[in-house]
C-alpha cells in the first residue's frame, strides 16, 4: 500500500507524518516547535497573539523534507499530502499569494478592548449585529479569535485592502505547496463563526451584517479532495516530487477525532492541547446553545470547546518558576510538568478539600469568568494540592461537557477515548478524567491524532481507502487512565 503524508500546524508544534495506508503503521514522524510569534511584548500585554504565516510554512515545508529524507527508499511510495491546522484565526493574501497581515490565532483577544466612545468591546458590538438567532445556523457564538470576528477588526481598522482572501493557516499551507488559490474546507470554514453550518455555505446574510466584502471568503470544498499538485518550490523546499497530490485540509478538532475515534456511534472524546474539547459524533444536525456544532465528514461534531487546557496548566508552571525566582534557586530550563505531575500524583482524589475552578481566561461565551481557588486550609495550601486541585477542575471542566453532550443526544457514550499531548503527557490528568468519567480512558496507540487524521482523510479522499469504516480500521488502542484492560482494538 501507498504512503500518504498528513502535516499538522499546531500552535505549539508542527508535525508531519508518514502513514502505511495499509496497514496503519507511522513509518516516519517529524516534529518542529512552532516559533513564529511575532507579539511584540506591548501588544502581548494587551492580549494580541500576531504569528508569521511564512515562517510558520517554511517550518512545515522543512518538517516534510525531514520526513521525506527518513522515508528513504519508501520515498517513491508517497501518494499525496493531508493537511490540517490549528481554527479559528486568519491570515490575508493578496492576489499574488503573499500575506499582508499578520496570522492571528485563536488566542487573540483584541475584541475585547473597550472603545471609551462606546464604553462597548467589538466583540459585543460583533455579537449584536449578528443576532443570537445566528447561532442556530452557525452552531457557534461568535468569539474573539475567530475569523470572523478578527475580519470585523481589520474592517474597522482600515486592513482589509481590496482583492485580499482570508485564509486559515490550513489553507495558507495548501497555497504555499501547491501555488494555487487557497480554498478551505465546511471544518475550518465553520471555525469562523461565518458558517451556516445547515446548508453548507458562507452565511452570506450574516457576512452582510458585519459589513465584510463577501469576495474575501475562499471557495470551500470537501476536505481530503485533491485540491492541488506540489509546486516545484514547494518540491525543491521538500525532497518529495513536483506533482504530488496535496489535499484540502480539515479543522485540528475533526482531523484529531477522524485519527483517534473508531467507534463514532459510542465514543466521546476529550482532546487536550493547548486548549481542550469534549466531542461527540451525530449523523444529523442537534443545535445546543450550551454546545457547538461543528461539521465532520459524514456528519457532525457535538462539542464542548474551552479555553481550559495546556495553557491553564503553563499557568500554574508559570506561578511556581516565579515563586522559586524569588528564592534565588536555579531553575532548570526544562519545564516544572515533570516535577508538578509527581506532586499531584501522590495527592488523594478530592486534593483534601482544595478546589480549582480553571478559567482563568474565561470561556468562550463568557470571557471576563476567572479562575478561583477554594476550600484553602493549613493543610492543603501546597503546590502538591494546588497541582492535584487544578487537574481535577480541568476534569470536572470536561465531564460537565460530557452530560451537556449526551443530553442533546438523548443516550451516553460508553467509550471514553483521549487525544492531544496535553492528556498524552500527563499521565496523572489521564487517571482523574477517567476517574472523573468512570470509565477506562483509551489513547490512540499512534502519537500526534491530527496529522494522522489529515493523513486518513486523504487517503479516502484519493481513493487509497474506501471509507471512513476502512479508515477507522487502522486506528489502535492501549489504555491511558491506570485500567488494566490494555491493548484495545478499534474493532472489538
Not at 445546543?288 to 461534531?301: C, I, Q
Not at 451516553?412 to 496535553?422: D, E, Q, S, T, Y
Amino acid at each position: 500500500m501507498p504512503l500518504v503524508l498528513g502535516l499538522d500546524v499546531g500552535t505549539t508544534t508542527i508535525t508531519a507524518l508518514a502513514l502505511d495506508a495499509g496497514n496503519g503503521q507511522i513509518v516516519a514522524r517529524e516534529t518542529a516547535a512552532n516559533h513564529a510569534e511575532i507579539t511584540t511584548p506591548d501588544a502581548k500585554a494587551r492580549g494580541r497573539s500576531d504569528w508569521d504565516a511564512a515562517r510558520m510554512a517554511a517550518a512545515a515545508l522543512g518538517v516534510l523534507r525531514r520526513c521525506s529524507a527518513s522515508l528513504s527508499s519508501r520515498s517513491r511510495d508517497v501518494a499525496g499530502i493531508g493537511l490540517t491546522g490549528q481554527q479559528h484565526g486568519v491570515v490575508l493574501v493578496d492576489d499574488r499569494l503573499a500575506p499582508v497581515t499578520p496570522f492571528v490565532n485563536w488566542q487573540d483577544r483584541r475584541a475585547e478592548e473597550i472603545d471609551p466612545k462606546s464604553a462597548q468591546s467589538l466583540l459585543e458590538r460583533v455579537r449584536s449585529l449578528a443576532g443570537e438567532e445566528s447561532r442556530e445556523r452557525t452552531g457557534c457564538t461568535l468569539s474573539t479569535g475567530y475569523m470572523g470576528v478578527t475580519l470585523r477588526w481589520f474592517h474597522e481598522n482600515a486592513m482589509l485592502p481590496a482583492g485580499v482572501t482570508a485564509c486559515f493557516i490550513v489553507d495558507y499551507l495548501g497555497l504555499v505547496l501547491t501555488g494555487k488559490k487557497p480554498v478551505t474546507d465546511a471544518t475550518s470554514a465553520a471555525s469562523s463563526g461565518l458558517f451556516d453550518i445547515s446548508c453548507g455555505d458562507w452565511d452570506r446574510p450574516l457576512i452582510e451584517r458585519l459589513g465584510l466584502p463577501a469576495t474575501i471568503f475562499a471557495a470551500i470544498h470537501p476536505a481530503g479532495e485533491p485540491h492541488g499538485q506540489l509546486a516545484a518550490s514547494a518540491a525543491d523546499a521538500t525532497g518529495l516530487p513536483a506533482g504530488l497530490p496535496v489535499c484540502v485540509g480539515l479543522g485540528d478538532n475533526q482531523a484529531s477525532f477522524y485519527g483517534s475515534v473508531a467507534d463514532l456511534d459510542d465514543a466521546i472524546l476529550v482532546n487536550v492541547g493547548t486548549g481542550g474539547q469534549v466531542a461527540a459524533y451525530s449523523k444529523r444536525f442537534l443545535y445546543s446553545a450550551d454546545l457547538e456544532t461543528r461539521p465532520f465528514p459524514g456528519g457532525y461534531l457535538l462539542v464542548s470547546a474551552g479555553l481550559c487546557g495546556g495553557r491553564t496548566y503553563a499557568l500554574l508552571e508559570r506561578f511556581f518558576r516565579n515563586v522559586c525566582d524569588l528564592t534565588g534557586n536555579n531553575l532548570p530550563t526544562s519545564s516544572l510538568y515533570e516535577a508538578m505531575n509527581g506532586l499531584a500524583g501522590n495527592v488523594s482524589r478530592g486534593a483534601d478539600g482544595l478546589r480549582c475552578e480553571p478559567l482563568f481566561s474565561g470561556t468562550r461565551r463568557n470571557s471576563e469568568l476567572r479562575g478561583v481557588f477554594s476550600g484553602i486550609s493549613a493543610e492543603n495550601f501546597t503546590p502538591a494540592h494546588m497541582a492535584r486541585a487544578l487537574l481535577e477542575g480541568m476534569a470536572t471542566i470536561f465531564h460537565c461537557g460530557r452530560r451537556d453532550i449526551e443530553t442533546v443526544l438523548g443516550k451516553p457514550r460508553v467509550r471514553l477515548v483521549g487525544a492531544g499531548n496535553g492528556m498524552r503527557e500527563n499521565p496523572v490528568l489521564a487517571r482523574i478524567v477517567s476517574d472523573e468519567f468512570g470509565m477506562p480512558l483509551d489513547m490512540a496507540i499512534h502519537r500526534e491524532e491530527a496529522a494522522f487524521g489529515a493523513a486518513l482523510v486523504a487517503s479516502v479522499g484519493l481513493g487509497i481507502l474506501p471509507g471512513r469504516e476502512a479508515a477507522a480500521k487502522l486506528i489502535r488502542y492501549q489504555d491511558y487512565g491506570g485500567n488494566s484492560d490494555s491493548g484495545r482494538s478499534s474493532t472489538r
